[in-house]
């Protein structure tokens, strides 16, 4: 029986064209209930830390998709892994690995406190980390998402427009997404972070959900208490433009979801059987800076404003189970035959 379910595994492996290669890798130590910290050791020599949780289902010969999911300013990996419930089968119905890992004094590249991205570059640390994660777990290469909360919402936003990450990623997802004017960061002089955008490849689709009444980042930008950051609507602008929607184009699909609470749009770009959702948004209304979730989450008064009746990690899975990297640019593995 135990040979027959490793043949049928090996089966259905081979149905797949490509994967990463840790597939057929052994974990040392094995899984262990609810996640497990890690270290990565970079290139520079410095140790970056992150939680890694694999699903139960996990088979060392099975491609499964990949979520890393960053962390708002001044949270721990831990408490944004407690926020989002990523972890719960009963809202990662994707069964994927999710690695969220850990920015330095609990802040990301694009914060007006974090210093410029020569002397620290979580872009370049969110690639050393997928490239570690694709070659020690077995990982479906055109289901690999991002995910970010606020501070780790910019870190979203950059790692998408990113002309090398952009190519690695299938879709990405931001709430409550800090994305400055550069005029508001430490940036040296030449540096560019928020006001370039230019993608590898084009769609990326993203899904964007952000509170009408956010008094961290405002919804208009410019009242922001650390400094301008980018409006909703004229970021929706420029990422219609890019993924290949006419500018100034009306969403496909508008309308109230979740009792009348949000107003959603969607908007479908693309020539003919290429069309696809390439930019969605969620304006939640009343609600201010926080992971939208039916469970308290200790601020619901002083920022958030309380829960609402739904979970955005629902939402936010449901999305990325629809989308998938393009077969030119999914970066090819070992074949599980060079591991038997």
């Excluded at 427009?161 to 400055?180: H, K, L, N, Q, W």
């Excluded at 979740?258 to 479908?268: A, L, N, T």
Aim: aromatic share 8%; net charge negative.
């Amino acid at each position: 029986m135990r040979l027959l379910t490793l043949l049928l595994s090996t089966l259905h492996f081979l149905t797949r064209a490509l994967a990463s290669q840790g597939c057929g890798h052994p974990l040392h130590p094995p899984p262990t209930p609810g996640g497990a910290s890690a270290l990565l050791k970079l290139d520079t020599g410095e140790s970056r830390q992150y939680l890694l949780h694999l699903p139960q289902a996990y088979h060392i010969y099975s491609p499964v998709p990949l979520i890393v999911a960053f962390h708002g300013k001044g949270q721990t990996n831990k408490e944004f892994e407690r926020q989002t419930e990523f972890t719960k089968p009963i809202l990662n119905t994707l069964g994927a690995i999710v690695a969220f890992p850990q920015g330095v004094n609990k802040m990301w590249t694009g914060d007006p406190e974090s210093p410029p991205r020569k002397e620290r570059d979580d872009i370049a640390f969110t690639s050393s980390l997928l490239t570690h994660l694709i070659n020690t777990y077995c990982i479906a290469l055109e289901q690999i998402y991002i995910v970010g909360f606020s501070n780790g919402g910019g870190l979203t936003n950059l790692v998408a427009c990113d002309p090398e990450m952009s190519t690695r990623i299938a879709a990405a997802a931001i709430v409550s997404g800090a994305i400055y004017k550069d005029k508001s960061l430490k940036v040296d002089k030449g540096e560019t972070l928020f006001d370039v955008c230019k993608p590898g490849r084009t769609p990326v689709p993203l899904l964007e959900m952000h509170g009408s009444k956010d008094p961290v980042i405002h919804y208009d930008g410019k009242s922001t208490p650390d400094g301008e950051t980018v409006p909703v609507e004229e970021w929706l602008e420029g990422w219609k433009v890019r993924n290949g929607c006419k500018e100034g184009g009306e969403p496909t699909w508008e309308g109230e979801v979740h009792g009348g609470s949000v107003k959603k749009r969607s908007w479908w770009c693309g020539e003919g059987k290429e069309q696809q959702e390439v930019l969605g948004h969620y304006f939640i209304e009343g609600f201010g800076h926080g992971w939208p979730s039916i469970l308290g989450q200790g601020d619901d008064e002083g920022l958030r404003f309380g829960p609402v009746g739904w979970n955005a990690t629902r939402d936010i899975v449901d999305f990325f189970g629809s989308k998938s990297l393009p077969t030119e640019w999914r970066v090819p593995g070992k074949r599980v035959r060079d591991e038997l």
